[in-house]
């Protein structure tokens, strides 16, 4: 089975400060993708990378960015984190060709006082 | 736009009953659907997916769902709840392949004994 880790489970952070949330996936998944999860809002894609090196932007990329050196690994920064930026972050991973099936992470909780 | 409405934001049902989580959508091309689990303290899991042929599709965990593309719809049903069920369930609409699904708010699923 395809697994996606996401190293931080909880974190808590302060305004101002530079958050990493990172992702790795053991299954050679071409496609990775950063959602995040707020109640009654399900889930909207910050960003997505179809390839090393390469991004695009999502539904709400405002204050976000990426990274993706390697295939394995897709990182989120958040360059200057912010109160409304706390929520649960979900890392997701696809086959280019597996028809939107999507494997996830367990997700990522920050929260930013 | 492409549009997931999943009206119920909490059901509750006794365990052994039947259920059934609705979902609408709203998609500018031949819709591709799907229906993602998340149990507590976990990332979504695929539960099933329709592209296309029969409309009623099997998935995991006993799971059904059904596409009635006149009501723009693609309920969930299981016949028989067990307790293990209980979780947030989250209907999403894309591409069949590509990199964008669009989720719904999800619906939480409560079991009572």
């Known amino acids: 089975d395809v697994k996606v880790t996401q190293s931080s489970r909880y974190l808590v952070k302060r305004t101002g400060e530079k958050v990493f949330l990172e992702c790795v996936q053991d299954m050679d998944h071409e496609n990775m993708f950063w959602y995040r999860q707020d109640p009654g809002l399900g889930l909207r894609l910050i960003y997505f990378?179809?390839?090393?090196?390469?991004?695009e932007k999502g539904d709400i990329p405002e204050g976000y960015s990426v990274s993706r050196e390697k295939k394995e690994r897709f990182s989120l920064i958040l360059e200057s984190a912010s109160t409304n930026q706390t929520s649960m972050y979900l890392c997701a991973s696809s086959w280019r060709a597996g028809a939107n099936v999507l494997t996830f992470g367990a997700g990522s909780r920050l929260t930013v006082l | 736009a492409q549009s997931v409405t999943q009206p119920d934001i909490h059901i509750t049902v006794s365990e052994g009953a039947s259920l059934e989580l609705r979902c609408n959508y709203s998609?500018?091309?031949?819709?591709?659907l799907f229906w993602y689990v998340q149990s507590p303290g976990q990332g979504l899991q695929l539960l099933l997916k329709y592209f296309s042929g029969d409309t009623l599709v099997q998935g995991i965990k006993g799971f059904e769902a059904e596409f009635k593309r006149s009501q723009s719809s693609f309920n969930l049903r299981k016949p028989s709840v067990h307790w293990s069920d209980a979780a947030e369930y989250f209907c999403?609409?894309?591409?069949?392949?590509?990199?964008?699904?669009?989720f719904g708010a999800g619906t939480i699923l409560r079991v009572k004994s």
């Open positions: 999403a609409v894309g591409a069949a392949y590509g990199n964008k699904l669009v």
């Open positions: 998609y500018g091309a031949t819709p591709y």
């Open positions: 990378s179809y390839d090393v090196k390469m991004k």
